[in-house]
């Protein structure tokens, strides 16, 4: 009977024991879940939601232009230098809503991190002047430059969506850029990130990035409203997809980058993307057999591998060699 009875006791202590040991593990994970949350960028101050139309269709803000090498002449100005505000230009915002957000004709932007995908830079005047350590700054980069694009390429009439396509600049916490097209062209956005290996380091600080992302949107509806890339066996259609991401955002901004700037980027390839491009252009592409367009398809990811800096901040993410 004592061997039962002290049975018994161990049993149930056993049992408490589990018991709480369950319950703070559980408390564990949650508390240190909360540790981990990633905190916003700085002076993340968000729009109100309500907004009225009083603030006219321009504005002014401050961007690099592509970006802070290009704008410094510096290869090596890292994004903790206190001289980046110096090479920051003003410019010309167009075609807004006119609620003081930065919401227009052609692009939506956002703060991820910072105001959880809604609207953050507000200004019931337009002005959206904002130092490079201000995370409104990549905003007003992502809108200017995401507006100019969209626009050339709709007076070219190659402009699939018609629909303001969203950019979320702040979007996460990694070192990554990317275009999601999700259930359709009605929405589609673009997802610049802030570094994680170059700590103060944002995706929407290089201009290139931004268009090389749009370019995929526009690319990816000219191919299909519904299917995807990567449905081939290597990826061909992925890899061409790439490469003239890489082609429209080196063209686009080829008067303001000068072709000795980085050898290592700019003066290989370049004439190669001009000479397919002037093919494309006049249809001879078409025309061309399997085995030289299976050359071709060789080439852009070449190129994609060889502007691949321009995708992650050229130097900023990039170890010099």
Aim: aromatic share 10%; hydrophobic share 40%; with cysteine.
């Amino acid at each position: 009977m004592v061997s039962v009875e002290t049975t018994g006791i161990s049993n149930n202590y056993l049992k408490q024991k589990i018991f709480f040991v369950c319950i703070g593990m559980l408390l564990f994970l949650v508390f240190s879940s909360c540790a981990k949350k990633i905190e916003p960028p700085a002076n993340s101050i968000c729009a109100p939601s309500a907004t009225e139309m009083k603030a006219g269709p321009t504005g002014v803000a401050y961007v690099f232009n592509p970006d802070p090498i290009v704008s410094s002449k510096n290869l090596a100005i890292p994004p903790s230098s206190p001289l980046l505000d110096d090479y920051r230009s003003q410019v010309t915002l167009e075609r807004l809503g006119g609620r003081g957000i930065l919401e227009g004709k052609y692009v939506n932007v956002r703060n991820g991190l910072g105001c959880k995908g809604g609207f953050g830079a507000y200004d019931e005047k337009n002005q959206f002047s904002y130092p490079r350590s201000d995370a409104h700054f990549q905003e007003a980069m992502s809108y200017y430059f995401g507006d100019e694009y969209q626009v050339k390429l709709d007076e070219a009439g190659i402009l699939q969506a018609k629909d303001p396509i969203q950019i979320i600049a702040h979007c996460m916490r990694s070192d990554n850029a990317y275009f999601s097209r999700g259930m359709g062209i009605a929405s589609e956005k673009v997802c610049l990130g802030d570094s994680r290996l170059t700590p103060g380091a944002s995706y929407a600080d290089d201009a290139t990035v931004i268009v090389h992302e749009l370019q995929h949107g526009t690319t990816a509806d000219a191919y299909s409203p519904i299917y995807e890339f990567g449905n081939l066996p290597y990826d061909e259609a992925g890899s061409i997809n790439e490469g003239i991401s890489d082609f429209m955002a080196l063209a686009f901004f080829d008067p303001v980058v000068s072709l000795t700037f980085d050898p290592r980027v700019l003066a290989g390839g370049r004439w190669v993307c001009l000479f397919l491009g002037i093919l494309a252009a006049a249809e001879r592409i078409d025309v061309l057999s399997m085995i030289q367009i299976t050359r071709i398809v060789g080439v852009f990811e070449v190129i994609h591998q060889a502007f691949l800096p321009i995708k992650i901040l050229l130097v900023w993410s990039i170890p010099m060699d």
